[in-house]
């Protein structure tokens, strides 16, 4: 028989970033694995050093970094450590960005505007990544910026299955806080058993970021439990405001559910000041001391991490995974 035959087996490493070291040991006890020992400094002018400290030549590495603020230092750590397997010989090299950088700004608005979500998947792939893990797109097209694969999980499972149990003796309605996200009200709807929908009508204003306003409830809300549900909390103003609107339209308590809790400032005194009566997200990020609040309930996304990273390594199906179904 001509050719060589392989002894070795395919060898599993997880990488973490400094951002979110807590999630990465979560995913880490998921897995039954040890996260790959690394050393990263700043230099005093803020340049990022990284070298980790064992082997990775051959291996199948999945990279985990979050993207809190600062969020370009996080980037830039993230690319670094892509960068750094690449040159130690990795086999195949697997980014996790949980919060996918610079989401929002998927499309042009207006002339003049960067398309910067394309930018940041043509530096992951300029860095050396075969493959993306990313949870809860703000805009699922943000796959046809990779030429490599992309996939996309969802959330809504843990959080469904958390609002269910909690308020599924409640008479509920699903809310999405504007038209552009009526298709995940919809998916909410049905993961809940078919409860009524609604949404909120909006204007933004284009010309400054993080400005919207409520207008009005399309829906009936009137006497019913409200899960507003959205990808992302940044500085809460419009959350708050649709919060807001639904109450004067006659609902009796709303919920908010999250993916991405972002929590600029002064988010978290909006929310607490708030009519909320909860707040429910992920861990894709994390959250700070001094941002928590009484009514913040926060769920791992680990266990939907480790199975999508199994399944990847396994060479088997994740589609179980991006399409709400499990």
Not at 81 to 93: C, E, F, T
Not at 239 to 255: E, K
């Amino acid at each position: 028989m001509s050719g060589i035959v392989t002894t070795g087996e395919k060898r599993l490493v997880l990488a973490s970033g400094r951002a979110h070291p807590v999630l990465a040991q979560e995913v880490a006890e998921e897995l039954g694995v040890d996260v790959l020992p690394m050393d990263a400094w700043d230099f005093a002018n803020g340049e990022i050093y990284v070298r980790y400290g064992e082997s990775v030549r051959g291996t199948d590495v999945f990279v985990l970094q979050s993207h809190p603020a600062p969020i370009n230092t996080w980037v830039m750590e993230h690319l670094i450590m892509i960068d750094a397997l690449k040159r130690a010989s990795a086999k195949r090299i697997t980014a996790i960005a949980p919060s996918f950088p610079y989401a929002r700004q998927d499309k042009k608005h207006r002339g003049r505007e960067p398309i910067s979500a394309r930018l940041m998947a043509d530096l992951y792939e300029t860095a050396g990544v075969d493959r993306m893990i990313s949870v809860d797109l703000h805009a699922p097209q943000v796959q046809g910026y990779f030429n490599q694969p992309l996939d996309h999980l969802m959330a809504l499972p843990i959080l469904a299955d958390y609002v269910q149990k909690q308020y599924g003796d409640e008479d509920i309605a699903v809310v999405s806080p504007d038209a552009g996200r009526i298709r995940v009200a919809e998916q909410w709807s049905k993961r809940l058993g078919g409860v009524n929908l609604a949404f909120i009508h909006k204007t933004r204003d284009t010309t400054r970021p993080n400005q919207a306003v409520a207008k009005r409830v399309i829906g009936d809300v009137t006497g019913k439990t409200c899960i507003l549900v959205d990808d992302m909390i940044d500085t809460a103003g419009t959350i708050v405001q649709a919060s807001d609107a639904l109450i004067a339209n006659g609902a009796s308590s709303v919920i908010i559910a999250t993916t991405h809790p972002i929590l600029s400032d002064p988010a978290t005194e909006r929310l607490k000041s708030s009519q909320v009566r909860e707040v429910v997200c992920t861990n894709t990020l994390p959250v700070p001391p001094e941002k928590q609040f009484e009514g913040l309930t926060q769920l791992s996304i680990a266990p939907l991490l480790a199975r999508a990273i199994r399944a990847v390594f396994d060479d088997g199906s994740v589609t179980s995974l991006f399409d709400g179904e499990v």
